[in-house]
């Protein structure tokens, strides 16, 4: 809280995405059994976010709950348990976090309880379960992420609070609210009224949405006198064409969204952005990789008392170590003016510049979502694919 009142803190990026890249993750569970398993290329990207400038280490326990860890086939609790995977996730923010001066933070997120529609009591002993771990280690403060809907993550707001660390909240919706049609500006208020101490959003969708979702938050909660910090961790890639629940709809989730990457100075940009509307917490969620997050520290070095992170030593801001480059063509592109107004193609002539996104509707209190053990079969793809023939 101190930090977030002197400038600007700056977030990690996504772990699940980068992981899965580098064949440690596998997509789908998107659970986070490498800190078990793979610990060394864990605490490799700890440590390459913060050279980054990145001044929180956040736990890798995205979808690190029991009821996750054991949904749908997925053995990792069978296997090591959540505590243990849990545990291992704080080892290693813990460490690259004192190497670097880091914050750690330990992180929660919804569950397949809640979507299976099992009731507050069953949710919350899930969350308790991964923050007696936190605790335990006594992180510095516990973050609420990746919530669609309000009422669960008030529930996980009410557990976090009960430990006496600070708590951020931030739900993965964009300016339409959340999935059962609670706006963002009511979201904002509600997860203040909660009791959070910072709120905002992230993942499901890029910098420009997210801030805009962001900025009705902001005004609803002003009108009620609420002021608490203000946090953003959108996803690293262009979504304009997402609808209500962001880039899982759109065709190209989870395996072709490469194309859709920001660059490095559309995050510079995104920095500013936030920065200027009045965020504090900045980071980045999927797709956002280490160069992401050192654009976003050198955009702001001024603000953070004009020390450049440790990853920048080969790197000259704005392209000026282009300067030794042999052609003269390339070293005539070192200059700032040159990469924040280029317009970069795709190089994919038969790409269409928007995809049209699946929209199924379906969220929490559907059939189709209620938790289950056993593996999904070829059947129940049948069945999945003969509802979005009817839709």
Not at 153 to 168: D, F, N, Q, R, Y
Not at 202 to 213: E, I, K, Q, S, Y
Not at 250 to 255: D, I, S, T
Request: overall charge negative.
């Amino acid at each position: 809280m101190e930090r977030l009142a002197e400038g600007p803190v700056l977030g990690d990026g996504g772990f699940v995405f980068a992981l899965e890249k580098r064949g440690y993750v596998k997509a789908g569970p998107w659970t986070p059994e490498a800190t078990v398993e793979h610990p060394e290329a864990v605490r490799q990207l700890h440590r390459e976010f913060a050279r980054a400038g990145a001044d929180v280490m956040q736990t890798f326990t995205f979808y690190a709950s029991d009821d996750k860890l054991a949904n749908r086939g997925n053995q990792a609790q069978a296997k090591h348990s959540g505590a243990k995977i849990n545990q291992a996730a704080c080892d290693l923010a813990l460490e690259v976090a004192t190497e670097y001066g880091g914050l750690v933070a330990g992180g929660i997120c919804q569950t397949p309880t809640y979507l299976s529609g099992i009731g507050k009591k069953a949710v919350q002993e899930q969350f308790s379960k991964q923050l007696q771990v936190f605790i335990t280690n006594n992180v510095d403060f516990l973050i609420c992420e990746y919530f669609e809907h309000i009422e669960e993550m008030e529930w996980a707001i009410e557990v976090a609070l009960a430990t006496g660390k600070p708590v951020a909240a931030t739900m993965c919706i964009g300016p339409e609210g959340d999935m059962h049609g609670v706006s963002a500006g009511e979201c904002g208020v509600r997860m203040a009224k909660a009791g959070a101490h910072i709120v905002g959003i992230n993942c499901h969708f890029d910098p420009d949405t997210v801030l805009a979702g962001l900025r009705k938050m902001k005004e609803a909660m002003d009108a009620q006198g609420l002021k608490p910090y203000l946090m953003s961790q959108p996803l690293g890639y262009h979504t304009p064409d997402a609808k209500k629940q962001g880039f899982i709809d759109l065709p190209e989730f989870p395996f072709g969204l490469e194309p859709r990457i920001l660059t490095r100075w559309e995050m510079h940009k995104y920095a500013r952005d936030a920065w200027d509307m009045g965020v504090r917490y900045i980071g980045g969620c999927c797709g956002f990789e280490p160069y992401h997050v050192r654009a976003m520290a050198e955009e702001l070095t001024v603000e953070r008392g004009g020390e450049l992170p440790v990853a920048s030593e080969k790197h000259n801001p704005w392209g000026g170590g282009l300067k030794m480059h042999t052609k003269p063509w390339v070293r005539a592109r070192a200059r700032k003016d040159y990469w924040e107004t280029l317009v970069p193609a795709s190089g994919r002539p038969y790409s269409s510049a928007l995809s049209k996104p699946s929209n199924w509707g379906v969220t929490a209190g559907d059939a189709n979502l209620i938790q289950q053990d056993a593996e999904t079969t070829d059947e129940d793809i049948k069945k999945l694919s003969e509802f979005k023939r009817k839709i």
